[in-house]
């Protein structure tokens, strides 16, 4: 299902999780839960995956994860600052050590000349510093949604690590 990329980078999180006794939630949007599924591929990812949230419309993220409507029509769903509050939320929300969020545009469609397709960003929250959050911008590029998706992920769970301060 996953490479062995991803596969290995979630092996590694929930290795390092599981041994800091931390829990991992997922808030996703553009990755429609493959970044839980990474996770879950693990064999013994209950130790350290409790949930994760797939908020796919504006409404579930203000529903389940807290966004401000004012966030998201200021700067839209896919923005540093709706990625910074998925995770918070999600955080919060599950009682996680640490909450990784992202949101993005997949396309093929969906893309304007400010935030064109292959527009991600992937927050962080939490890790070793419970208080921290740490939100990146990738621009991927027009290589597909599946490749797009996939590329979300694998930066994700390199997020993460760092997170944990690990190295990927």
């Not at 409790?50 to 769903?77: H, I, P, Q, R």
């Not at 000349?113 to 419970?130: N, Q, R, W, Y």
Request: glycine residues 12%; proline residues 2%; contains cysteine.
């Amino acid at each position: 299902m996953f490479d062995q990329r991803v596969l290995e980078l979630a092996e590694q999180l929930v290795t390092r999780a599981t041994g800091l006794g931390m829990w991992i939630t997922t808030a996703e949007s553009c990755t429609g839960g493959l970044i839980a599924g990474a996770l879950t591929s693990v064999s013994g990812a209950s130790s350290c995956v409790g949930s994760g949230f797939v908020t796919y419309s504006n409404d579930a993220k203000m529903d389940a994860l807290g966004v401000s409507f004012d966030s998201l029509e200021k700067y839209g769903a896919v923005s540093e600052e709706v990625a910074r509050e998925m995770a918070h939320g999600a955080k919060k929300t599950a009682r996680a050590d640490l909450a990784l969020a992202v949101t993005g545009i997949a396309g093929p469609l969906g893309g304007t000349s400010e935030k064109p397709v292959g527009l991600v960003f992937i927050a962080a929250a939490g890790g070793t510093d419970p208080e921290k959050i740490v939100v990146e911008r990738h621009e991927f590029g027009n290589i597909g949604r599946s490749e797009v998706r996939i590329a979300t992920v694998v930066a994700a769970l390199e997020l993460g690590l760092r997170s944990l301060h690990i190295s990927s």
